[in-house]
């Protein structure tokens, strides 16, 4: 059996080693609770500081601007219904391909009264501007939320134009850039975005463990209570261990972001030319946008997704679906959906995402698999 090839690092990435360290050293070291007055209470208070001020730096913000938290789902929850909260008369706005976090955060927000404006993209997955800006205008949402880049197709929006429209109209502006921080520049000084979700799993972290930068000025309503952790935004006792952690990866992943990015992104696109020549009438979703490097959503007419998941699996090839199940019925991608793709077409797709450890190899792999597995799986 060939080697298993790991092609979902959209879903999560290994522990980088230097993240792995660093986090050992504070679980050995500096265990103390942050909020303690005595010596193993500094200890974790000062490498806590460091963190923020080190992540901070990564994307050009101000240490009192980080804000950790137990993941980016609670980060792009506490940036919506923080914000809706301290703005509660007003609606909210999202795009139609926000990830769920943020759907599901918008719909709560919006409550029973249809205060949750949807703003459409167009095929290639792009947000409209024109269309966000009337809303803007007509509207005056509490709350804008645009992602900087798909998690399912990889297109990369227009946030700065988003960030200044948003801010001439005086509307705060959430972006979930989860998939986005060690992939492209994601910088709040050079761009006026007030709220941003991160997740650090997605870049070499540990699992559960987030931060949301909340640009000074922003109100935002804490969704827990009790302590006054975090600017009181996040009570409860911070996990020192995991925001090193994050703080390191982020760290290294932008130090090597340009060279990393550019190798997969040659590999992608490897992967992409020789999959079109090998199966007819496949098609690669969101292709004429800017995209991320590290993603290919592509749709398979005619075959069953879980079938082509399953029989990828049964290869030693982790890839995953457009699709979400509930209630034990698969459905389409609400992303491929929105980008007007008919179920169809929409449904049979398939999300093959690259990291930093992937390999040429990992491509001839896929190239040599992936069309017969097609072959034996289409209806």
Not at 23 to 35: H, Y
Not at 124 to 138: C, M, P, T, Y
């Amino acid at each position: 059996m060939p080697d298993p090839v790991y092609l979902d690092y959209a879903a999560t990435t290994p522990l980088r080693p230097e993240a792995r360290d660093a986090m050992l050293d504070v679980l050995s070291r500096r265990w103390g609770n942050p909020s303690s007055g005595h010596h193993w209470g500094r200890e974790a208070r000062a490498a806590l500081e460091d963190a923020r001020a080190r992540f901070a730096a990564v994307i050009g913000a101000a240490p009192a601007e980080v804000v950790f938290t137990r993941g980016g789902t609670e980060a792009d929850n506490l940036a919506v219904l923080g914000r809706a909260r301290a703005e509660a008369a007003r609606p909210v706005a999202c795009s139609a391909i926000e990830h769920k976090a943020v759907l599901a955060a918008c719909k709560v927000a919006a409550g029973d009264e249809g205060r949750l404006h949807v703003v459409p993209v167009d095929e290639a997955g792009i947000v409209d501007v024109d269309a966000l800006a009337e809303i803007v205008r007509d509207h005056a949402p509490s709350l804008v939320a645009v992602m900087w880049a798909s998690n399912e197709v990889g297109a990369l929006q227009p946030v700065e134009r988003i960030a200044d429209l948003c801010a001439a109209a005086g509307v705060t502006f959430h972006s979930d850039a989860v998939q986005a921080l060690g992939k492209v520049p994601v910088r709040v000084d050079a761009v006026p975005v007030d709220l941003l979700a991160f997740s650090a799993h997605k870049l070499g972290g540990p699992r559960g463990a987030g931060v949301l930068f909340a640009r000074r000025g922003t109100r935002l309503h804490p969704l827990l209570h009790g302590g006054g952790q975090e600017r009181g935004l996040r009570p409860g006792t911070e996990d020192v261990a995991s925001a090193v952690a994050f703080a390191v990866a982020a760290e290294v992943a932008e130090a090597e972001r340009v060279e990393v990015m550019g190798r997969i992104g040659a590999m992608r696109d490897r992967l992409e030319a020789g999959l079109c020549e090998r199966i007819a009438g496949l098609r690669i979703n969101a292709a004429a946008a800017p995209r991320l490097a590290t993603i290919s959503n592509l749709s398979v007419p005619g075959a069953d997704p879980e079938m082509l998941l399953a029989a990828l699996d049964l290869e030693g090839i982790a890839a995953s679906s457009g699709s979400a199940c509930s209630s034990g019925a698969v459905e389409p991608s609400h992303v491929l959906m929105a980008m007007g793709l008919p179920a169809e077409i929409a449904g049979p797709s398939v999300r093959f995402s690259l990291g930093r450890d992937s390999t040429e190899q990992d491509v001839d792999r896929v190239l040599e698999v992936f069309p017969r597995v097609v072959e034996r799986v289409r209806m």
